[in-house]
């Protein structure tokens, strides 16, 4: 089967979907709609604000659906009615089974780490809080728990001594942009691969938060590096200074 003839359904919000689409577009596949979140109130002025994903469909010509939940069956008719062959999943929501069965065959997710680690909604973050060498973006079969789907196929990167939370993040979202058209072909040639996750090694990628934010001089200068860099653009690593609190946003 040719790739470029499934209709596909993307599915994401932020910045890091973003190349994955645009790359998916400009290579000629068959993008059929993008879901993503509704319009939210950002900024002092509570403006409605755009995900990042709908901006970017809307400049493509892409059609966009915006459920506020997705069990509504309004939501799911207008899913059906774009008689998707395949769903493409990044950075969004956990999804109910209904809407990632749906597809003809099926659904991936592309994921911001070497999977089984890391698995949850801060991967690129945690990888270099603790200091990794390495990681990675994984293609994988959706599942009803977090990140745990078989692997189609996964790709690995040094981390830079000095590299940054966001420098990584714009590397790993152009990997994955190249690493899903593998994952199409795989699926359109019927033989997509299946691994399974060793759940004895998973480890789990929590949000970020302030909690985090404070410096500890008691800890190693190595901890301190990684916490500067983890820790960007939010909610960066923050030192008292004269009882003044100041954001550290380099080391280097």
Same mark, same amino acid.
């Given at each position: 089967?040719?790739?470029?003839?499934?209709r596909?359904?993307?599915?994401?919000?932020?910045?890091? *979907?973003?190349?994955?689409?645009?790359?998916?577009?400009?290579? $000629?596949?068959?993008?059929?709609?993008?879901?993503?979140?509704?319009?939210?109130?950002?900024?002092?002025?509570?403006?409605l604000?755009?995900?990042?994903?709908k901006?970017?469909?809307?400049?493509?010509?892409?059609?966009?659906?915006?459920?506020?939940?997705?069990?509504?069956? *309004?939501?799911?008719d207008?899913?059906? !009615?774009?008689?998707?062959?395949?769903?493409?999943?990044?950075?969004?929501?956990?999804?109910?089974?209904?809407?990632?069965a749906m597809?003809?065959?099926?659904?991936?997710?592309?994921?911001?780490?070497?999977?089984p680690?890391?698995?949850? &909604?801060?991967p690129?973050?945690? !990888?270099?809080?603790?200091?990794?060498a390495? @990681? $990675?973006?994984?293609?994988?079969?959706?599942?009803?728990?977090?990140?745990?789907?078989?692997?189609? +196929?996964?790709?690995?990167t040094?981390?830079?001594?000095?590299? @940054?939370?966001?420098?990584?993040?714009?590397?790993? *979202?152009?990997?994955?942009?190249?690493?899903? /058209?593998?994952?199409?072909?795989q699926?359109?040639?019927?033989r997509?691969?299946?691994?399974?996750?060793?759940?004895?090694?998973?480890?789990?990628?929590?949000?970020?938060?302030?909690?985090?934010?404070?410096?500890?001089?008691?800890?190693? &200068?190595?901890? /301190?590096?990684?916490?500067?860099? $983890?820790?960007l653009?939010?909610? *960066?690593?923050? !030192?008292?200074?004269? $009882?003044?609190? +100041?954001?550290?946003?380099?080391?280097?």
């Amino acid at each position: 089967m040719n790739p470029k003839t499934l209709r596909i359904v993307f599915m994401g919000t932020p910045e890091f *979907a973003v190349p994955s689409l645009r790359r998916l577009v400009a290579e $000629g596949y068959n993008v059929v709609g993008a879901v993503t979140v509704p319009d939210k109130p950002a900024g002092r002025g509570r403006h409605l604000r755009e995900s990042d994903v709908k901006i970017a469909a809307r400049e493509l010509g892409v059609p966009v659906l915006q459920p506020e939940k997705f069990r509504d069956p *309004a939501f799911l008719d207008a899913l059906q !009615a774009l008689q998707p062959d395949l769903g493409i999943v990044i950075a969004f929501k956990m999804l109910p089974e209904v809407v990632w069965a749906m597809p003809r065959l099926g659904t991936f997710n592309l994921h911001a780490s070497l999977l089984p680690e890391y698995r949850g &909604a801060a991967p690129i973050n945690w !990888a270099i809080l603790n200091g990794e060498a390495e @990681t $990675g973006v994984t293609i994988m079969h959706m599942a009803s728990e977090l990140d745990a789907g078989d692997i189609i +196929c996964q790709s690995a990167t040094p981390i830079g001594e000095n590299e @940054t939370a966001p420098e990584l993040f714009q590397r790993l *979202a152009q990997m994955g942009a190249g690493l899903l /058209l593998e994952a199409v072909g795989q699926i359109a040639d019927g033989r997509p691969a299946r691994v399974p996750q060793d759940t004895a090694l998973a480890t789990y990628a929590p949000m970020l938060s302030r909690a985090l934010s404070p410096i500890d001089w008691n800890r190693d &200068a190595r901890s /301190l590096h990684n916490q500067v860099r $983890g820790l960007l653009p939010w909610p *960066a690593a923050v !030192a008292e200074f004269g $009882g003044n609190r +100041c954001k550290v946003l380099s080391t280097v």
